[in-house]
């Protein structure tokens, strides 16, 4: 069990959260506490998260793609690539 520490109530590991304060340290606070400094409930912050992460691994994939087209079948494709990466980038934060 751990405790919050904004409002002192007990929450289980796997229910508390980790909230970085603004002098950089962190501290463990449970979801109700999470939505009152963040203005955003937990539910709706990991669906950003996920979907941030999403973004990563796709633009990374095609930063991958890009520099084997690149070195495979030379600048120009490796320029196409880049392009490709920036559309994916745009339109993966725009869905969102
Ligand atoms: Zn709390």
């Known amino acids: 069990m ?3 520490a904004h409002c002192g109530k007990s929450l289980d590991e796997k ?3 980790r909230h970085k304060k603004k002098d950089g340290g962190e501290e463990i606070i449970c979801r109700d506490c999470f939505k009152e400094i ?4 937990y539910q709706t912050f ?3 998260r996920e979907n941030a992460k999403q973004t990563i691994f796709a633009v990374v994939f095609c930063l991958a ?3 084997y087209a690149f070195v ?3 600048a120009l494709w490796g320029v196409l690539g880049l392009v490709l990466t920036v559309l994916v ?3 993966a934060s725009k869905a969102r």
Do not use: N
């Not at 963040?38 to 409930?41: A, L, R």
């Open 89 to 91: 980038y745009l339109f």
């Open 46 to 48: 990991a669906y950003r």
């Open 2 to 4: 751990v405790r919050c």
């Open 72 to 74: 495979e079948k030379g």
């Open 15 to 17: 229910e508390a959260l």
């Open 65 to 67: 793609a890009t520099v």
């Open 38 to 41: 963040t203005g955003i409930d």
